[in-house]
């Protein structure tokens, strides 16, 4: 249950739900695509864990930035990442937003705030106080959001991020999406203390763990860390209680995750949950959600129509972008 | 006739008055690192001595000792637009940060696709002579040249190091720079560089002409080589030294034009000698210039060891002006 002033209304709660149902039928597509072989490409589903970034995002602005990690395709969709550049990029052709060049763990939109994705887990946080100490020095209220996931909070970069930003007071929002599996490893297994929120107090900055699938108490949780921030009272780690529905990479079956457990967080699957709950509490009907939802897979087909029909980038390529100027021939 | 009036300025007072500028004329610069601000003494060597003070504790911070955490604050606000010199203390502690460094400063333009940039300059110093062992004075700049999306710079003189590190902070690209420390309190100079004063990245310098043998250095290096060159001079050999400056990208054209000039090179570098950036200038020489040269290229180096502590064998680890003055003598006889 929210436990604060911020309670999403029926309009920000429609907004979520906009959100979570283009994450999650974004997802089931590239999963599709990449099993029908149209298209060929690394990918880290983030199925099940929707609701985090739309609740999150619901809270942010454009300039507000974002730096994310390579199971983070749901976070930037959320931020407003465009899909036809998002798909061409995932295609690796020339109309991607990266050129093709770095693919589905680089992704990078700047107008939309999102700076920097990542492949390498924990290294969003430390980049993220960056961008927040650039916010601090223009006198913005802008903010920085960190995600990664529980893995990451054992890696040291996550450690020295949260320190930095709590002795410099910086206006970074630290979101980890716990999904309970770091790689193949459960997350009891290998994490000291009961809960990441808990570390930190010992960065003095407050830590709060959500459900994160529950659109209500996660817009609370955001909203607050962002006020925080934009008031400059400093950063926040947000904890998000989260399940992913496959295994670490397309391909892993993940059959280290029990069959029982699977299957229940399969029957509390949140974006379904959050639909449902839309219409029983009157915000949304039937009819409303399900144009909503065939809009969203109209938009689908025409990125990947858009991706699949780009030219391909040609070796000469690779001379530009590694430094401003050109390598020579 | 009266005595040349003996040099004043040093390397480190060029660095200061290279940041302090480079502070006073773009808002955008930014310092970060370890013991930075005055109040922590204005950085362990005094390098940035009074910038807290001058432009303020929000410009000028001290850090966590915390390497990953002072890479990634630089490249995060060099995505917003800021021009961050960050200090990483020595050399070997940008081990603690590779990742920083190598996946994240040197590859986010080309990953993006040219969205975005990393204009930083990351400044750390290294050297042995001081007996500090083996975790405290490598030199480490043939990792950061195998990368592409870094550049290496190394200067031997105040007036290289001042412009240097301003063409540094004003490319857009990141720039590490390499200090050392047992020459950063050497005067060299008689007058600090003005403020208009540039190094472009990329350029050799040609330190002395000379036509028997062609030795391509950097760093302190640079130095004990233009004293082997002027001994080498009393016994008749001609030597050209030059400073390569940048060892990253490396300037192809100036060494390649001294070498057909010469055909002889030495290379001589502090750093361990194998894999090193000599063998990087060996093999384009020989590439180009195979039929032209009068000997094999040769290569002088730190030994195939860890910089060890105990006098006699730091002083037995690397090339010195004596050692480099013999090699010369072999090369052109």
Redesign the interface.
Known sequence: MATNAYVPGAETLLDIYRRTALLKANDERIRKVITSGKIAMVYYSYRGQEVVPSALSACLRDDD?L?TIYRGIHDMLAKGFPLKELWAELAGRTT???????GPM?L???PKGI??T???VG?S??????????????KSDRV?VATFGDGASNI??IH??M??AA??KLPVIFVCQNNLYAEHTAYKKMTGGETIAARAAGYGMPGIRVNGNDAVEMYAAAAEAVARARAGEGPTLIEAMTFRFHGHNFGDPGEYIPKEEMAAAIANDPVPALRAKLIADGIATEIQLASIEAAIEAEIDEAVEFAVSSPWPVADDLR?????EEIAR | MNAPAKPTVTILAALNKALSDACSEDEKV?LLGEDLADPEGGGIVGVTRGLSSKFGD??V?S??I?E??I????????????K?VAEIMLMNFTTVAM??IV??AAK??????????VPIVIRTMTGLGYGSGGQHCDYLEAWFAHV??I?VVAASTPEDAYGLLRSAIE???PVLIIENLPTYYTPMSHELPDSSHRVPLGKAAIQREGSDITVVTYARMANETRNAAAKAAEAGVSVEVIDLRTIAPWDRETVLASVRKTGRLLIVHEAVREHGVGAEIAAVVNEELFGELKMPVRRLGGAFAPVPYSKPLEDAFAPNAARILECITQCVN
Request: hydrophobic share 40%; glycine share 14%; charged share 15%.
């Open positions: 930035q730096c991607g937003s990266c050129k093709g060049k770095g680089h990078t939109f700047p700076m920097v990542t492949g390498i290294s946080a430390p980049i993220a106080n960056g961008l927040g100490w650039a916010a601090q020095l223009d920085a040291g970069a020295e991020s320190n930095l002795v410099w530009f972008d590694v430094f401003a | 930014i929000d410009r911070r850090t966590p915390a990953q955490a890479m990634g604050a630089a490249i995060g606000a060099s995505l917003a637009g800021y961050p990742d920083m996946n994240h986010l333009r080309f990953m993006s696709g040219g969205q975005t940039h592409a999306g550049k490319d857009p690209d």
